[in-house]
């Protein structure tokens, strides 16, 4: 596979130029860790955390790395704009991908609204405090306050907005500087401060005692509240398709990046504890901050000998100026040079943020999960321009519009939530293709270190509830709004594109009626087309339908449908032939299409016709070797149907309607059409029993008033039914009985309701029956919305992903 190929089967139409190096993506990568984080969360890290802020920054550094080594992996064999949102995509499916684009998209726009917001700030106090010019007051403008923080704020989006829209190399450009200016300050920072500690190690020692002063729960809150700043792995590899050699640079530039700054946040750390004095009029900034709401606890009073009070607690007082308030004491100017390097810490992680979040709406919107706009590149800067426009512009109107401060502490959050997926990721893609795809790197100890990846951000996840609640509420609320859109517009244009990539209509003959139900009949084997048909046709005249006869010829995966030529002339002899068994009331159309998989033809067809029910033949042997139950096409029907299915097991006689039924009836969901069916077989004149078997005779008088009911019910439809209750331990053994004893030729079952963790088609109870009984088996299942996305979505988790990864190990 080349580098600009992804996974098996995976196909990009729209290529970025590919302009960074080694060092350009290493450098996003460290714009991104070392961005505002530094500047503005270490004091209040530092007062969560105490002297253990040095604890809780390696901590972090430890269990990001295994969520590095996932994304070192995997970006190095799938160079892709999209990054952890197509690998999810991939593995769990296009739901739980489009939910980790949301969260990764968001996520990095608050982000970077926040870092347009610190950069304004900043630019403003420097301007007021050191160069002494007074700007105008803040300005109501309807409910917004606008200030010159905030006009300052929209000119940094705006400005990075365009370099990202100048291309790759020119982001790649501007980052590289801002980043290496800032680099450059913080080691200075460093430089000074051990030399102060190296120069004073009883006084600097001391700061350090107790280490631990709210034991390892604020080490906890401290390590989320920071978590933000080690994810800049995640930006790395969205820039994947435009990096130079991407296999290798990919890797190299993860681990180079994390071990620089976590390095470099450990000496930080180690500095700002290690070498500020408390001085009264830090403590005096400190107690202003304590008013404004910075900090943990309220500030104890001065004490006696002002040098006795915590450093650690001082600095979270401080908020967001303790780091450079502290550097005011480390080194010539640290404060006004930390105000400068802050400015281009902002500036470096807001292009890191913007070019990020561009390239995960890119990516979407070439899945069509969002509008195609998003996926257009323009074709001289060969950048997704419109994506950079609206990720810009979202940027912007959260920093000026709205009370972001709530929605951004659920960053963290959403980061680690996506992290939980593209570790879990990691495990199916090793596992279904890991023979096929050319790996840069390869982690090592799997799948243990996903695995520890998994438990590591899910507890860190877990622990920020006790930091912020609202952070939890919010990200939420993010996700809740992504499953609206999701259902609401995304489902609908994926399943849109994807039909126009797997089903093609060859002929269509229509009748010259339509109405408003109809049922979709599939054909391939002409001996049970006749059961079929009269069945369908039986049902489509008692709800007042149609039918919808179609056949599928299959075309090679790697054959696009587009340069098909295949032979139908076969399929449409079975159309003609089948038309014979339809009567005259019943309007019938008629359609021949190809495609790569059956199953998904058909449920691609039900869902551009709008059907209400498919009706398909069954051999009537289960599978027991593997995953399938009924087979790989009904299989897959049953389970991604969008309408009512109903499965009938024809026997091998030349028995072509059913003449005695037996119904054993529940009051479940799928009852319904289990009752549907046989009163259409009613209608052909079938005597039909409905019948009901219980453990014990405490429920015969329920079940007997159940079927009772049932049997009024139709009766009101003229449709005469017996009823009949057993008593009996073996359900499926006394259906069976009973039938042949009385000479049924057909059963007709509802799908039973089992467990969600159990991969479940239509039960154990239909599908035994179904398979011991001699005669025809009918097996109806309703379709449920709800319900089915459920079931995939856990299915994804503990069900069949994990089981069809297990076949390959």
């Known amino acids: 596979m080349s580098d600009e190929s992804g996974l098996p089967g995976h196909d990009n139409q729209t290529d970025l130029a590919r302009d960074l190096s080694l060092f350009d993506i290493t450098m996003i990568g460290i714009g991104a860790m070392i961005g505002a984080g530094i500047f503005v969360l270490t004091g209040l890290a530092a007062g969560q955390a105490g002297p253990g802020l040095v604890m809780a920054f390696a901590f972090n550094g430890f269990i990001t790395i295994f969520t590095g080594m996932v994304y070192a992996e995997l970006g190095s064999a799938i160079p892709e704009a999209g990054g952890g949102y197509l690998w999810v995509r991939e593995a769990l499916g296009r739901s739980q991908a489009f939910l980790a684009g949301w969260m990764s998209w968001f996520a990095h726009a608050v982000a970077g609204s926040l870092y347009t917001l610190g950069f304004g700030a900043f630019v403003h106090l420097l301007l007021t405090e050191y160069f002494g010019i007074q700007l105008f007051p803040p300005v109501d403008l309807f409910v917004i ?136 009029e830090l403590f005096q900034q400190a107690q202003e901050g304590a008013a404004g709401g910075h900090g943990a606890t309220n500030l104890p009073a001065i004490p006696a000998n002002i040098g006795d009070a915590a450093v650690w607690e001082i600095l979270g007082h401080l908020g967001e100026f303790g780091l450079a308030q502290a550097a005011g004491q480390i080194m010539p100017y640290g404060t006004l040079v930390i105000l400068v390097a802050g400015i281009f810490s902002t500036l470096s992680a807001l292009n890191a943020t913007t070019f990020s979040s561009t390239r995960v709406s890119f990516a979407m919107g070439r899945d069509h999960v969002l509008p195609d706009a998003f996926s257009e590149v323009h074709s001289e800067k060969q950048t997704p321009y419109i994506a950079t426009a609206l990720s810009g512009a979202l940027i912007i109107f959260m920093a000026v519009a709205l009370p972001i401060e709530a929605v951004a502490a659920a960053t963290d959050v959403m980061f680690l939530l996506l992290f939980l997926q593209v570790n879990y990721a990691a495990i199916v893609i090793r596992r279904e293709w890991g023979d096929q795809i050319n790996y840069g790197y390869v982690m090592p100890y799997f799948p243990y270190v996903p695995i520890i990846g998994i438990i590591t951000k899910l507890g860190l996840a877990v622990y920020l509830f006790n930091y912020s609640p609202l952070a939890w509420y919010g990200a939420i609320a993010w996700i809740l709004v992504g499953i609206g859109i999701f259902f609401i517009y995304s489902r609908g244009r994926v399943r849109e594109t994807e039909i126009e990539k797997e089903t093609r209509l060859v002929t269509e003959e229509r009748a010259p009626i339509d109405r408003g139900y109809q049922v979709l009949i599939p054909l391939a084997n002409p001996e049970h087309a006749e059961q079929l048909v009269k069945a369908g046709s039986a049902i ?270």
Request: glycine letters at 8%; hydrophobic letters at 40%; a negative charge.
């Open 145 to 280: 306050t606008i200030g010159p923080e905030k006009l300052f704020a929209v000119f940094a989006g705006a400005l990075f907005a365009y370099i990202n829209y100048r291309g790759a190399k020119e982001t790649g450009l501007a980052g590289n500087i801002v980043t290496l200016v800032k680099v450059i300050v913080i080691i200075i920072l460093i430089v000074f401060g051990l030399g102060y500690i190296f120069g004073h190690p009883t006084e600097a020692s001391g700061r350090f005692q107790p280490f631990l002063p709210r034991g390892f729960g604020g080490i906890f809150i401290a390590m989320g509240l920071t978590f933000i700043a080690f994810e800049g792995y995640e930006i790395i590899v969205q820039s994947g398709e435009e990096v130079v050699n991407p296999r290798e640079t990919v890797p190299k530039a993860v681990f180079y990046s994390m071990a620089i700054v976590v390095t470099i946040y450990m000496l930080v750390a180690i500095v700002l504890i290690g070498a500020v004095t408390v001085t009264p």
């Open 540 to 809: 489509a005249r008692r709800k007042d339908g149609e039918v919808l006869l179609t056949t599928v010829a299959t075309v090679p995966e790697q054959t696009p449908l587009s340069e098909s030529h295949t032979n139908t002339e076969r399929q449409e002899q079975l159309l003609d032939d089948a038309t014979q068994y339809i009567p005259e009331d019943v309007p019938a159309h008629r359609t021949v299409t190809i495609g790569h998989d059956i199953g998904r033809s058909i449920t691609n067809i039900a869902y551009q016709r709008d059907s209400d029910l498919i009706l398909l033949g069954w051999r009537g042997r289960r599978k027991r070797t593997t995953d399938l139950v009924l087979g790989s096409i009904i299989d897959h029907v049953v389970e991604h149907a969008p309408c009512d299915v109903t499965v009938i097991k024809t026997p091998g006689d030349d028995r072509n309607t059913a003449q005695n039924v037996l119904v054993p009836l529940t009051d479940g969901p799928h009852a319904e059409v289990a009752e549907d069916t046989a009163a259409a077989y009613a209608g052909m004149d079938a005597n039909v029993t409905l019948f009901n078997v219980v453990t014990s005779d405490d429920n015969r008088e329920n079940a007997e008033s159940f079927l009772m009911n049932r049997q009024k019910a139709l009766a009101e439809e003229d449709i005469e039914v017996s009823t009949t209750v057993i008593e009996s331990d073996d359900i499926v053994e006394t259906i069976i009985s009973y039938a042949e004893e009385n000479h049924f030729d057909t059963v007709v079952l509802g799908a039973a309701t089992e467990g969600l963790l159990r991969r479940v088609l239509v039960g154990e109870i239909p599908e035994s029956v179904g398979e011991q009984f001699n005669g025809q088996v009918v097996m109806a299942k309703k379709h449920r919305p709800v319900q089915s996305a459920l079931n995939r979505f856990v299915q994804k988790w503990v069900g069949k992903g994990a089981k069809a990864a297990n076949r390959e190990s």
